[in-house]
């Protein structure tokens, strides 16, 4: 997966969607609720409009439950 482009990008942010929805967040604004983020930065991270940094996305990691490297 090249997260340089947005294609890449795109895909990481539906893996992101699918781990938050097989860990049985209700929506992703209870997981941006659950992590204390933004729901604008999950929203951004899932369209694959914006590059999640790797301490972020080991917080989503974290939080459904996947290793780092199911999302990459």
Do not use: H, N
């Amino acid at each position: 997966m090249d997260l340089s482009s947005p294609e890449g990008r795109r895909e990481l942010g539906a893996r992101i969607q699918r781990a938050v929805m097989e860990a049985g967040y209700e929506s992703l604004p209870s997981f941006a609720a659950a992590l204390g983020w933004s729901r604008a930065l999950v929203y951004q991270y899932v369209s694959g409009a914006v590059l999640v940094q790797l301490d972020r996305l080991q917080q989503v990691a974290q939080a459904t439950g996947k290793p780092l490297d199911w999302f990459v």
